[in-house]
C-alpha cells in the first residue's frame, strides 16, 4: 500500500513557475513508478510526467515538454514536478500517481488506468 498527498499548489501568474511534491508512505517507494496527472474543469483527467524508479525512463506530454519536469528522491520518498513558463491552460487539480515498477513500461506511463494508487490532489491557478 502506498499513500499518496501533494503539496506546492497556488496561485501563479501566467510565465511563473511553481513546484508540486508528493509524499508517499511505505518502504518500498523505490519499487513503484510515479505519475503526475491533471483534470481541469469539465475536462477528461489527462497524464503530464511519469517517471520510473530510476529516474532513467521518463515520459512528458506534448502540452508540457520543455517546460515541465518531473524527478524523484527515493531516500526522501518524494517526488516533484517543476513546472516553468506556466500558461491559464495549465489551471487544473494536479493529481499524484504510483503503481509498482512490474506493471508500468514508457507506453502504458501515460494511461491513468495504469496507476493504483493516487494522491487526493492540488490545485494549481494560473492567471493570465
Known amino acids: 500500500q502506498v499513500q499518496l498527498v501533494e503539496s506546492g499548489g497556488g496561485l501563479v501568474q501566467a510565465g511563473g513557475s511553481l513546484r508540486l511534491s508528493c509524499a508517499a508512505s511505505?518502504?518500498?517507494?523505490?519499487?513503484?513508478?510515479m505519475g503526475w496527472f491533471r483534470q481541469a474543469p469539465g475536462k477528461e483527467r489527462e497524464s503530464v510526467a511519469a517517471?520510473?524508479?530510476?529516474?532513467?525512463?521518463?515520459y512528458y506530454a506534448d502540452s508540457v515538454k520543455g517546460r515541465f519536469t518531473i524527478s524523484r528522491d527515493n531516500a526522501k520518498n518524494m517526488v516533484y514536478l517543476q513546472m516553468n513558463s506556466l500558461k491559464p491552460e495549465d489551471t487544473a487539480v494536479y493529481y499524484c500517481?504510483?503503481?509498482?515498477?512490474?506493471?508500468?513500461?514508457?507506453?502504458?506511463?501515460?494511461?491513468?488506468?495504469?496507476?493504483?494508487?493516487w494522491g487526493q490532489g492540488a490545485q494549481v491557478t494560473v492567471s493570465s
Open positions: 500517481a504510483a503503481v509498482l515498477l512490474s506493471r508500468w513500461n514508457i507506453w502504458t506511463a501515460s494511461k491513468d488506468q495504469t496507476y493504483d494508487y
Open positions: 511505505g518502504r518500498t517507494f523505490s519499487s513503484y513508478a
Open positions: 517517471i520510473s524508479w530510476s529516474s532513467i525512463g521518463t
